[in-house]
Each structure stands twice: as C-alpha cells, then as structure tokens.
C-alpha cells in the first residue's frame, strides 16, 4: 500500500511523458492515487488519454486555463466520477516566445506581461477557488511549480521570472487562506529539466550545461525527483507543511559562484 492511497488527484498540465507532470502523475500513481487529467487541446487529446491509461485512468477533461468557464466545467464533470477530491497538481505556464529572448525590457509587453500572469499564476487560484468545494474535510493539498527565476535574474527567462514571482506570492496567500479548512498549499522549484516548455526559452541547453557543470550534484534533476517530492508534498506525511517553495534542483539554489574551472 502506498502512501497516496486513496487519495484522489487531479492532475492539470501533463503535455507529454517529458512534462514534470507526467513526473508527478507516475510518482502518484505508484503511491496508490487515484488520477484525473486535462487536455489544453483537441491536439493533446489522445496523447493525454494514452498518458492516462498507464496510470489506469479514464478520466479526461478538456481544459483552457484562461477559461473560468471550462474550469468550472472541470469540476462539475469530475464530480460525476468522484465526491471528493484530495489534490490539484498545477503544472501550467506560458509567455509569448519572443519575450524568452533578448533583454527583458525589450521584449516584454502589455499583452505579454499580463498573458504570462493570467496563464502561469492566476490559474492556480482559479483553480482552487473551483475546486474548494471537492476538498473540504479532505486534509488536502494543491501544489503548484516554479523556477529560479522567480527570485534571481536568469538570461531569457524575462517575462516569465515576474509570473512564477507572482506564483510563489500566489501560493503563500492560499495558504493562508485555506489553512483553516485544512487544506495545504505549496510549491515545487525545480531545476532546469528538457520539457516541451522549456524549448520555448532561447539557449536552454546552455543552461542546462550550466547547472549541471555547477550545482552542488554535479548533474541536473530528473521528472521523477520532481515526482517523488510532489508526491510527498501532497502526502499526509507533509500534513505540517503549507506555503513553502521546496527546492528540486540537485542544490543550485544554494549556489553564490559557479565554477572558475
């Protein structure tokens, strides 16, 4: 028996079995959850579906984040298969690509700027005032992920540092808010990983380089690290920790020099 059994996951963001996602989706899964997924998309459809199905999971709902319409469907849907509901995995981020490269003031924009909020932080929030409902009583859990670039200044990542700044604010401000109704709320700031996501951000290889070359490891995570810890986190083993930012990322953040080698 694992430590999840029992508990009821949905799972929003696995793109593809390179996604953190899919990470955290396969952590559960041995752990005993039980699995829901969305589809941003008709594209994502069927790869989301077969994802599901390794998971022995037949629940799939199509999902626009930017919707407060189809998030409410999300749940009302869910509701059809489940009572209840444990945990939210919030694995969702987006910017325009042209503002992931160059000098951030200029590339950012109104539309941009506003976009990567909305997508990247907002969500999160959305998500959990839809869901609240499902998870009263349930000592529950929603975890969200960010990066490094939320507190310290990385090349490319603009735009998209202010949104996962404003995502860990997001998470401390839930917390709050939903600790007397003993639901948990925290994040995961993981290491550069190679995701569909992160091709998005110019000369990400180079980072990846990087931190392998210079994080106290030696070596960059994997999607099942990230995994094992978010399974963790949304554990009644975690059940004493709400609105912190736990870092994945084999000891980067902890790194004031890289190599001089």
């Keep these: 028996m694992g430590f999840l059994d029992g508990k009821k996951a949905l799972i929003v963001g696995c793109a593809s079995n390179r996604s953190i996602a899919w990470g ?18 008709d594209k994502l459809q069927g790869r989301v579906e077969k994802l599901a199905g390794e998971c022995d999971s037949d629940i799939t709902l199509p999902l626009d984040v930017s919707s407060d319409e189809q998030i409410d469907a999300v749940f009302e849907k869910l509701d059809d298969y489940w009572d209840h509901l444990d945990i939210i995995i919030h694995s969702v981020a987006y910017a325009p690509r042209e503002e992931l490269e160059g000098e951030y003031l200029d590339s950012v924009t109104r539309k941009g700027f506003n976009m990567a909020h ?21 000592n529950a859990a929603l975890l969200t992920l960010s990066y490094l670039g939320a507190e310290r200044v990385l090349p490319n990542y603009n735009v998209m540092g202010l949104a996962k700044a404003s995502l860990e604010a997001n998470v401390r401000y839930m917390a709050a ?24 951000i110019k000369n990400f290889r180079s980072m990846l380089k990087y931190s392998e ?40 953040n902890i790194t004031g ?4 080698d």
Excluded: W
């Design 24 to 41: 955290i989706a396969q952590a559960m899964h041995r752990e005993g959850a039980d699995l829901a997924f969305t589809y941003q998309n």
């Design 177 to 200: 808010s939903l600790g007397p109704e003993n639901i948990r709320v925290n994040a995961i700031s993981a290491g550069p990983i190679r995701t569909l996501a992160a091709a998005g």
């Design 257 to 260: 020099m890289g190599s001089l």
């Design 118 to 138: 909305e997508i990247s932080s907002y969500s999160f929030a959305a998500l959990a005032k839809a869901g609240r409902n499902m998870m009263q009583g349930r």
């Design 213 to 252: 070359q210079n994080t106290p490891l030696r070596r960059n995570v994997t999607i099942e690290e990230v995994g094992n810890a978010a399974a963790f986190l949304c554990s009644d083993l975690a059940s004493g920790i709400s609105g912190e930012i736990t870092y994945v990322d084999g000891g980067y």
